[in-house]
């Protein structure tokens, strides 16, 4: 029997590298969701647990409970991911991040897959393990290892057109679909869920807390708007140093950190804010500004080219303020404007929730399928 889409139903696996909630997942949990809707049987491996975001899931699996420590522990990850999929004998694998994709593309083909798809979710690096890793992701493009590659922006796809003809012909863009809150939530009461002060202005932001997302710009603003309040959901390495930092500036009381906010519970967080800023310096699409944008807050973003394109309305229109270099000063004078500006503030809003049309999960889910018949 076909799957309502009109395809033969298919048992899928899609491979990760770590879970925790962050954009990538949140990426996996859509596409799974949508083609189990769609009539096929998919299922999400991890290669390790990193936070406690999938313990309920019933559809994710763990091939270790921890972080691999050591060479080692990176040995036994993928060793297990490829016995999982050798075991699991999917039609398909689709594979995300870095290792997700070496590891799952060389397991499904041990496994006998007949479909598989890797996902570019960061630009080629040069430097270091991520060069390594960027070369290796060449040559098993080049040799055609996964059938295809998808990129999930224009801005995404620019970064591989050095790359030989052979890589380049299996690259396939589907932009990223972003979930429109399932309900409304009350602001005081979704204060009152993350304990948020509940009269203070609000800034949110969420991401895992590492340099790359550049939340030290943000806080810094702190000590120039003092009627601000900002808000982190998200837990990474630089929780301790950003705590250190506001301490040090005076503005500790008025920053509040979140923790881990499961996928869930996201848009119940975006309701506590009055405006959301994404500083980030180095992105391929910011699932979590767009989805912060759908759920109606108006929104200060890096200036990156990326977010400029992710950004924007059908028509063109920008439903952001860029902070050019997203420094202190530039999202001062942002959220300043944003704060004495009701006006603004409402038209960012009404703008961002617009993009919920650009950014279907239904549309994305479908480019998937096709892609997997095609393949």
């Known amino acids: ?79 297990g991911l490829m016995a999982y999929l050798c075991r699991a004998r999917p039609d398909a694998v689709i594979s995300y991040q870095h290792y997700g994709n070496i590891f799952g593309t060389i397991g499904g083909r041990l496994a006998g897959a007949r479909h598989i798809i ?67 939530y009350d602001k005081a009461a979704a204060r009152a869920a993350f304990g948020l002060p509940r009269d203070a202005w609000l800034v949110l932001s969420s991401g895992r807390l590492t340099r790359s997302k550049n939340h030290i710009a943000l806080i810094g603003a702190l000590s120039k708007l003092p009627d601000l309040h900002v808000a982190l959901a998200g837990v990474g390495p630089e929780r301790e140093p950003l705590a250190a930092f506001a301490e040090e500036h005076g503005v500790s009381g008025r920053l509040h950190f979140a923790g881990e906010v499961p996928p869930a519970r996201i848009y119940e967080f975006l309701a506590a804010g009055d405006a959301y800023v994404f500083p980030s310096v180095d992105e391929t699409f910011g699932l979590a500004v767009v989805e912060a944008a759908i759920a109606g807050l108006p929104v200060v973003a890096n200036g990156l080219p990326v977010l400029r394109e992710v950004l924007s309305t059908e028509a063109g229109e920008p439903a952001a303020l860029f902070a050019e270099d997203a420094n202190v000063a530039d999202i ?32 994305m889910c479908g480019g998937y399928e096709r892609l997997l018949a095609d393949s």
């Open 1 to 79: 029997m076909n799957a309502p889409g009109g395809y033969l139903p298919m048992k899928i696996i899609q491979v990760q590298t770590q879970a925790e909630a962050a954009g990538a997942q949140r990426v996996s949990d859509m596409v799974g969701t949508g083609l189990r809707k769609r009539g096929h049987e998919v299922r999400t491996v991890f290669m390790y647990r990193k936070t406690g975001a999938y313990d309920g899931d019933p559809f994710a699996d763990f091939v270790l409970k921890e972080p691999p420590c050591g060479l080692a522990g990176q040995i036994r990850a993928s060793a």
């Open 118 to 184: 890797a996902n570019q979710n960061g630009a080629p690096q040069k430097h270091g393990l991520m060069g390594l890793v960027t070369k290796l992701d060449k040559l098993m493009g080049i040799l055609g290892l996964y059938q295809a590659n998808v990129v999930n922006s224009a801005w995404t796809e620019a970064q591989f057109a050095d790359y030989p003809s052979v890589y380049r012909r299996r690259i396939r863009r589907i932009d990223h679909g972003v979930e429109v809150p399932a309900r409304h």
């Open 332 to 363: 001062t004078l942002a959220l300043a404007d944003l704060m004495q500006k009701p006006d603004l503030a409402l038209r960012l809003a009404d703008l961002g929730r617009g993009l919920a049309v650009r950014y279907s999960p239904s549309a």
